[in-house]
C-alpha cells in the first residue's frame, strides 16, 4: 500500500458478508428526531433537478438546480430569493455548480469560468473570486487523443472545508492522473496535494467516463473515495492516510480493469458512494445488480448493516420514527445533523403504495398527501442520538 497507517487505525467494513444478512435498518438505530422542511412551489420557483447544498443554522436552506442559486426559508420552507444570476455581465456567474456555503462568513460559492465565486448574502453581490489552480503547473499530465484533440490533469469537483481552504478532487479520466487531491487557500494558492497511486488501462482513449467519487468531512478531516477503489482515504493541510477499506469480496470493482468491464460486469459488482460519518457511524450507499441499497457501519462494534429496499421500491434507512418515508443522509451540517431529500415524485409513490399507513400519521405529516409529484423536493434534518 502507498500510504502507511498504524493497523490499529485502518478498519475493514465488510460488505460482501452483511449482503447475505441484509434486512431493514431502521432509522432509530441512530437517529433520535426526524424534521420535514417542504420547499415552496410555484411559478415563481420552479427549478430544474434541484438539490439542497447547505443549511445555514435556523434561517437558511441553500438549493441549487441548473441554472439557479437560490435560498429559502430554514423553518417555513417558503423561497426568500435567487442569489446572483447566470449571463456574461461582471455581477453574473457561469453555472451554480456544487458548492454550498463559506462556512467562515456566510457567502455564497458559484462558478466561473475556471474560478469560483463568491457572493455575499448581506448585498447579492460579487465579493471574491479564487482562481482555481493549473495542475500542470504541479506535474499534471496532458492526454492526447488520435484526432488530436487532448485533455489536461485538472480538479473535477471543489469543496470548502471548514477548516478555512478550498478541497480540490482530481477525476483519473486518462487513466495515470498523477494527482488525487489538492487543498488551496481561498487566494487560490496551493497548500498542500497529494499523488495519485492507482492507475488503468484505457480502452477507447476518446472516450472519458466520469465517476462520482465521495467526499466528506469529519472531526477536523477530509474524506475521499473514488466509485472504483476500495478504499476511503483520510486527509488534512499535512498528510493523507487510508481510513476505511471496503470488502466487497468477489464482487469488488477492479480499478485496474475498470475501463473494460461490460454492462453485465459492472452490475454484478458492488460499488459504494454517497459516504457520511459521525461519531458512532459510517453511512453509505451500495450499488448492486442495478439496485440501491443503505448500509451502515458502526465503528464501535465493526459492525456492517446492509438493508433491501421496501415493497414499495423506495431506497433508504426505514422510517420507524413516524412510520412515513425513508431517509438517506447526503451532507452533515456544521452542528452535527443529518440531512437528505425526498423527491416529491417519491413523497407521491409512497402515498399511493401505503394508504393503510398513511391513514395513521400525525396530522402535520398527512399534509403531504396533497404534493404534485412535479414538486419541489421535501428536506429531512435528523438529530443523531448522542
Given at each position: 500500500?502507498?500510504?502507511?497507517l498504524?493497523?490499529?487505525d ?8 452483511a ?12 437517529a433520535?428526531?426526524i ?5 415552496e412551489?410555484?411559478d ?15 434561517s437558511?436552506?441553500l438549493?441549487k ?7 429559502f ?11 446572483g ?5 461582471p ?5 451554480p455548480?456544487?458548492l454550498?456555503?463559506?462556512t467562515?462568513?456566510?457567502n ?7 474560478k ?10 460579487i465579493v ?5 489552480p493549473?495542475?500542470m503547473?504541479?506535474?499534471?499530465v496532458r492526454?492526447t ?7 489536461d490533469t485538472q480538479?473535477?469537483?471543489n ?20 494527482i488525487k ?5 481561498r487566494?487560490?494558492?496551493i ?6 497511486k492507482?492507475?488503468f488501462?484505457?480502452k477507447?482513449?476518446?472516450?472519458m ?7 466528506y468531512?469529519?472531526?477536523?478531516a477530509?474524506?475521499h473515495?473514488?466509485?472504483?477503489s476500495?478504499?476511503?482515504f ?6 493523507i492516510?487510508?481510513?476505511?477499506v ?13 475501463d ?38 458502526n ?8 438493508s ?11 422510517n420507524?420514527?413516524?412510520?412515513f ?8 451540517t456544521q452542528?452535527g445533523?443529518?440531512v ?7 413523497v ?5 403504495s ?6 395513521k ?6 399534509r ?14 435528523v438529530?443523531?442520538?448522542n
Amino acid at each position: 500500500m502507498a500510504y502507511e497507517l498504524p493497523a490499529q487505525d485502518l478498519k475493514t467494513i465488510e460488505v460482501a458478508e452483511a449482503y447475505k444478512d441484509r434486512y431493514r435498518i431502521n432509522l432509530s438505530t441512530f437517529a433520535e428526531s426526524i424534521e420535514y422542511i417542504r420547499l415552496e412551489t410555484s411559478d415563481e420557483t420552479l427549478y430544474s433537478y434541484p438539490t439542497v447544498r447547505g443549511i445555514q443554522g435556523d434561517s437558511i436552506i441553500l438549493v441549487k438546480s441548473m441554472n439557479r442559486t437560490s435560498i429559502f426559508n430554514r423553518k417555513t420552507g417558503s423561497f426568500i430569493r435567487d442569489i446572483g444570476h447566470i449571463g456574461q455581465d461582471p455581477d453574473s456567474y457561469q453555472r451554480p455548480g456544487p458548492l454550498g456555503f463559506n462556512t467562515d462568513n456566510g457567502n455564497v460559492f458559484v462558478y466561473g469560468y475556471r474560478k469560483i465565486i463568491e457572493y455575499s448574502l448581506a448585498t447579492d453581490r460579487i465579493v471574491h473570486e479564487t482562481n482555481v489552480p493549473d495542475l500542470m503547473e504541479i506535474g499534471g499530465v496532458r492526454t492526447t487523443f488520435t484526432s488530436g484533440a487532448y485533455t489536461d490533469t485538472q480538479i473535477n469537483m471543489n469543496y470548502w472545508s471548514e477548516q478555512g481552504y478550498f478541497v480540490g478532487l482530481v477525476t483519473n479520466l486518462s487513466g495515470k492522473d498523477p494527482i488525487k487531491v489538492v487543498l488551496f487557500s481561498r487566494d487560490g494558492q496551493i497548500i498542500k496535494f497529494f499523488e495519485n497511486k492507482q492507475t488503468f488501462e484505457k480502452k477507447d482513449p476518446k472516450h472519458m467516463k466520469v465517476q462520482s467519487n465521495s467526499y466528506y468531512e469529519f472531526d477536523n478531516a477530509g474524506y475521499h473515495k473514488e466509485y472504483f477503489s476500495d478504499t476511503t482515504f483520510q486527509f488534512n493541510s499535512q498528510k493523507i492516510q487510508p481510513k476505511y477499506v471496503f470488502n466487497n469480496g468477489k464482487y469488488s470493482p477492479p480499478y485496474k480493469r475498470q475501463d473494460f468491464l461490460t454492462d453485465d460486469e459492472s452490475n454484478r459488482l458492488m460499488f459504494i458512494k454517497l459516504l457520511q460519518e459521525d461519531s458512532h457511524f459510517v453511512y453509505f450507499e451500495l450499488h448492486h445488480q442495478q439496485q440501491y441499497r443503505v448500509g451502515l457501519f458502526n465503528k464501535k462494534t465493526n459492525q456492517t448493516l446492509i438493508s433491501d429496499p421496501e415493497s414499495d421500491d423506495l431506497n433508504g434507512f426505514y422510517n420507524d420514527l413516524d412510520n412515513f418515508v425513508p431517509f438517506i443522509p447526503s451532507f452533515r451540517t456544521q452542528e452535527g445533523y443529518l440531512v437528505g431529500t425526498i423527491s416529491a415524485e417519491d413523497v407521491y409513490t409512497w402515498f399511493q403504495s401505503n394508504k393503510s399507513k398513511a391513514n395513521k400519521l400525525p396530522e402535520h405529516l398527512k399534509r403531504f398527501k396533497n404534493i404534485d409529484p412535479e414538486d419541489n423536493p421535501i428536506v429531512m434534518i435528523v438529530k443523531p442520538k448522542n
